[in-house]
């Protein structure tokens, strides 16, 4: 149980790891953490796997722990990943190698990027960096546009749902979610 709650307030640490693409697109996204990241990254890996015939669970789980390693090594930009080096494979055994439940041989498979469900959640974890563009390019961060102009022949994708999604996100309007819901006044609900 003490290795478990180690890693419970190791996992907790995620919400002040900050994600450094601010320092080239420019922004002060202060609530855009590894934390965020990662659980949006876990929902678009559900989805993707249902689409691209993968087992979405492990998928999901895959994206809860895929940035797990940054506690210790923190984010590295594109920038930075041409001078820093990161050995992810001993940060993840040093994590988990005593904690039972599969959380281990869990996120070597994501690194290994063999199998469907570690290639539908690497694409999950670049669409989740597309749509977070998106989000930028809706506050005027003309960086962001050039990011994704760039993106899919940068990053290509594994899965053809992924490159289907990318494109689609490119062309939505990041305040779809709550436009068809939206309402002046509140509603009243009866008591009876």
Not at 36 to 65: D, K
Not at 84 to 110: C, F, K, M, P, R
Not at 161 to 167: A, D, M, N, P, S
């Amino acid at each position: 149980m003490d290795n478990m709650l180690k890693l419970l307030f190791e996992v907790g640490s995620l919400k002040r790891v900050t994600r450094t693409h601010c320092q080239t697109l420019h922004t002060s996204d202060w609530v855009d953490n590894i934390a965020t990241h990662s659980f949006r990254v876990a929902f678009i890996a559900y989805y993707l796997a249902v689409l691209e015939g993968a087992n979405p669970m492990i998928c999901m789980c895959m994206g809860v722990v895929h940035d797990l390693t940054e506690t210790r090594c923190g984010d590295q930009n594109w920038v930075h990943k041409r001078y820093v080096a990161v050995n992810e494979e001993q940060i993840v055994i040093d994590q988990l190698s005593d904690l039972s439940g599969g959380l281990l041989e869990l996120a070597q498979e994501y690194h290994a990027r063999e199998s469907l469900e570690s290639k539908v959640t690497k694409d999950a974890d670049r669409l989740e960096q597309a749509m977070l563009l998106r989000e930028y390019q809706l506050h005027g961060v003309s960086e962001a546009t050039l990011w994704l102009e760039n993106f899919e022949e940068n990053n290509p994708f594994d899965t053809g749902y992924g490159v289907v999604l990318f494109r689609k996100i490119k062309e939505t309007d990041p305040n779809v979610w709550w436009k068809d819901i939206w309402q002046r006044e509140r509603i009243e609900f009866s008591k009876d």
